[in-house]
């Protein structure tokens, strides 16, 4: 678990080392606590130890491990109110596309994340979402 620091934790789940960089160091630089996944099975298990205010994951992660691992976050009982940040290298339309089929396929209620990003995101826009998403970097 993070070391308390009075700062919110969100959780990035990217397997791209040049976006955990860019991820972490952004989050970091407004106040945030970054903890870094590079896979959606490392993401989920991570996710119930240290319990972020946010989740940031890579909605392409190899062999639908983004996908996966949204599906279940948002079946989760413990996990399932903690907002995700999607970030993906295709568009909503075909993402959203694909999760449905997978839904389908999976007989789940279809799930939507809190936000939705191309890659790269605007680092302005991203932090205007987590800040919103989270609460601000402040604990609490």
């Known amino acids: 678990m993070p070391p308390q620091t009075g700062k919110k934790t969100v959780l990035i789940v990217d397997e791209e080392l040049e976006m955990q960089v860019f991820l972490s160091t952004l989050l970091e630089s407004a ?11 490392e993401g ?45 290298s295709v568009d ?23 936000a939705f990003l191309n890659k790269p995101p605007e680092a302005a826009e991203l932090l205007a979402i987590v800040s919103e998403l989270a609460g601000g970097a402040a604990a609490g």
């Open 31 to 41: 106040g945030f606590t970054p903890v870094v996944a590079g896979s959606g099975a």
């Open 92 to 114: 909503w339309h075909a993402y959203h596309h694909f999760q449905k089929i997978q839904d389908t396929q999976a007989d789940a209620a279809p799930a939507e994340p809190e």
């Open 44 to 88: 989920l298990e991570t996710a119930e130890r240290i319990r972020p205010a946010l989740i940031i994951l890579d909605a392409t992660l190899p062999m639908q491990g983004g996908a996966v691992m949204f599906r279940k976050l948002k079946c989760h009982k413990d996990l399932c109110a903690i907002p995700v940040v999607l970030l993906s």
